[in-house]
């Protein structure tokens, strides 16, 4: 393994993601390479930054829910109760508008049932038109 | 109680179960809101916007067990939703307010450096590619495990660890951190 694998693992035992077998592999190597012993240093100092940092923001997101919840009761009383089966078969996240969208199989069945009048009407056409040019 | 038994409970008509959903996703959808925008200004209302919409919508989910990726996927829509209306000029979303990161309004000498720090910081954060920071703000707004993380993003663990390993690097590189310049091959 080189440092730059190394640093995987630290950032790792970071987050407390290590097994017991690799913070003891890495442990080894920290004793004999100065400069991963700096990256671990500078690592730590920067993730406490970054926590402080990201602290003021979960209070942001806190306050996002705490808004979010005072809307709930608007929301409760659009959500009907039951749904048709075809609705609950819309894939997750395909529907963010509000309505419900004609899902392909009820599209497929309104184009198939007007395919037989379309027909019709082009024959129909065909025969008026030739009527026409046999008749002039 | 699993996301899944809150989502079944939640369209049963339970209170409790929408507001835990609400609070234990709330900040990992503003984490994918300030990733995806880049900048920590109308986070919050995008984040409120992106539950409200998930709330809504909540019966149409097929898969309870899938709420987080799901709700994720909303709030990634929202935010290019909101990116594609400011580009064409007109902001769709109502309530979004000219709000600024949430800074105590008044604060003396050295809390003043501490935040000005933490806006450089963070501001290198905001810079950085969007799969290092999405995964560094998913990972700091919600102590996620990696686990969990690549739930969210739907990646490997090694790949939460190779990103986030990355991410920090670049952080103290862009930083004028030095460690690191003159370690073993």
């Excluded at chain 1, 930054?49 to 005072?70: D, V, Y």
């Excluded at chain 2, 109308?42 to 309870?64: F, I, K, M, N, Y």
């Excluded at chain 2, 400011?86 to 902001?91: C, I, K, N, T, Y």
């Amino acid at each position: 393994m080189n440092c730059q694998q190394y640093e995987n693992l630290l950032s790792a035992r970071l987050d407390g993601e290590l097994s017991p077998e690799e913070e003891a592999h890495l442990q080894a190597h920290l004793e004999s390479c100065v400069a991963c012993q700096a990256v671990a240093a500078a690592m730590e100092e920067q993730d406490e930054r970054l926590r402080g940092a990201f602290r003021l923001r979960r209070s942001a997101a806190a306050s996002a829910a705490q808004k979010t919840l005072t809307e709930l009761p608007k929301i409760k009383l659009k959500v009907p109760d039951t749904f048709s089966s075809e609705s609950q078969k819309i894939q997750a996240g395909g529907e963010i508008k509000g309505s419900f969208p004609v899902s392909s199989k009820q599209a497929a069945g309104q184009i198939k049932g007007r395919v037989p009048l379309v027909l019709n009407g082009c024959l129909w056409g065909w025969r008026l038109q030739r009527g026409f040019w046999l008749r002039y | 109680m699993t996301d899944a038994q809150l989502v079944r409970e939640a369209l049963q008509g339970g209170d409790g179960a929408y507001e835990q959903l609400v609070r234990r996703w709330s900040p990992r959808v503003m984490a994918v809101c300030h990733a995806r925008l880049g900048r920590a200004d109308c986070v919050e209302d995008l984040t409120q916007e992106s539950l409200l919409r998930a709330l809504r919508s909540l019966a149409s989910l097929s898969e309870p067990e899938k709420f987080g990726p799901w709700v994720c996927g909303i709030a990634t829509r929202v935010c290019l939703d909101w990116l594609k209306s400011r580009r064409r000029g007109d902001v769709e979303f109502s309530a979004l307010s000219d709000q600024q990161p949430s800074w105590p309004a008044k604060e003396s000498g050295n809390d003043v450096d501490r935040l000005e720090e933490i806006d450089r910081l963070m501001s290198e954060v905001e810079k950085l590619p969007l799969p290092h920071r999405e995964v560094l703000m998913l990972y700091y707004y919600d102590d996620l495990t990696y686990a969990q993380l690549g739930e969210v993003l739907n990646v490997s663990a090694a790949t939460i660890n190779a990103r986030l390993t990355q991410a920090r690097q670049m952080l103290r590189q862009r930083l004028g951190a030095t460690q690191g310049d003159h370690r073993q091959p």
